[in-house]
């Protein structure tokens, strides 16, 4: 570039394309790799860019990784539709609201949150959103007998999180290509059970 | 040490007490941390040892990782007695038969491979070990429509590798806590749909 004179005073060099470059590249790699595994070299390599300027954009790996994971959803446009869906179909309706977004261009985001996660990092973010968020949206609606709804949402995240192990980590076959309606048709029977049939143990 | 002049030829120095503490604690190290995250080093340290000993009775980070996972269990300990459980049965039976051993002194193991593996090491093994033995073991006996019984063994599989996840890597609350028969006992009814209900898009 011959624009290296113009670089020091004033706005960081490079476009916004730029960023969103690193961001693509950042998440891709995050997800295959796992953030220990990931070097910001690599994603600067990866994007055709100096290590010093992801750094100058972003900060930390980990900063990097935040802006690269955070985007991809607010939790609202989750919780809010499952507000309106009644609690004897939730059961279908949960993995139809939640797999369909591993399969979508957030999935990567989420593979590389899963992935930290199983290295021991980001673990208490994950719980606090399924206790916290999940518990309270749909436990309370579930509370049957009361003092149940805890443990009966979380026999739902069981089946669903040991789905997308079994699809994007494990990647079984055929499982792993199943359509995600023969998936969640398959599971709903169960998590509705889960969610408001007898369980041993409860009340 | 004053024996130290005593070190150089024959058997390497320690006894086999030093062995099994070395051991003891790369399984916790790893199981805790993962493979990536944990160093001879701090193995050496949690043993009281020096790392070179760690070294020369183990080798690389990798073999005293095998050295320290392959011993928990022969399979067979779990495959034969699967074969003489009915296939009607089996939904009660395959919980109560895998999940106490994460409970067991084995449990630390497990984790560590389970570990390694969500970071993106040691996947092939696992899938081979589902694909390979549970699915030729299970599977065929629950083959009807024929050819389904791959993906029946699947779900069974994306259910239990969910509650170890939810167990020891998420560890939600109460559900971590629930004694392995309620859990067991509360899954059975949908392990044994899976095996031999009738599900959508099969056959």
Chains 1, 2 share one sequence.
Do not use: C
């Not at 790699?29 to 994603?43: M, P, Q, V």
């Not at 719980?127 to 509370?143: K, N």
């Not at 199943?178 to 007898?198: D, F, H, S, W």
């Amino acid at each position: 570039m011959s624009t290296a004179k113009r670089k020091r005073p004033g706005r960081p060099p490079g476009t916004s394309d730029t960023r969103d470059r690193i961001l693509d590249n950042a998440r891709e790699l995050f997800a295959r790799n796992g953030i220990g595994n990931t070097s910001i070299r690599s994603i600067a390599t990866a994007a055709g860019v100096d290590s010093a300027l992801v750094h100058h954009y972003f900060g930390t790996k980990e900063q990097l990784f935040a802006a690269a994971v955070h985007i991809p959803i607010d939790p609202m446009r989750v919780i809010g539709p499952m507000r309106e869906i009644p609690v004897d179909q939730l059961g279908s309706a949960l993995p139809l609201l939640l797999l369909p977004l591993w399969d979508s261009e957030m999935g990567p985001a989420f593979l590389a949150t899963l992935r930290s996660m199983l290295a021991g990092e980001g673990v208490g973010l994950i719980r606090s959103f399924l206790q916290d968020v999940i518990s309270v949206e749909i436990g309370t609606r579930v509370d049957e007998p009361p003092g149940s709804g805890r443990v009966r949402v979380q026999f739902v995240a069981s089946q669903l999180v040991g789905i997308v192990m079994a699809r994007y980590i494990l990647e079984l076959e055929p499982f792993a290509s199943l359509p995600v309606e023969q998936i969640a048709e398959t599971v709903a029977p169960n998590l509705q059970r889960y969610l408001t049939g007898e369980l041993p143990g409860l009340g």
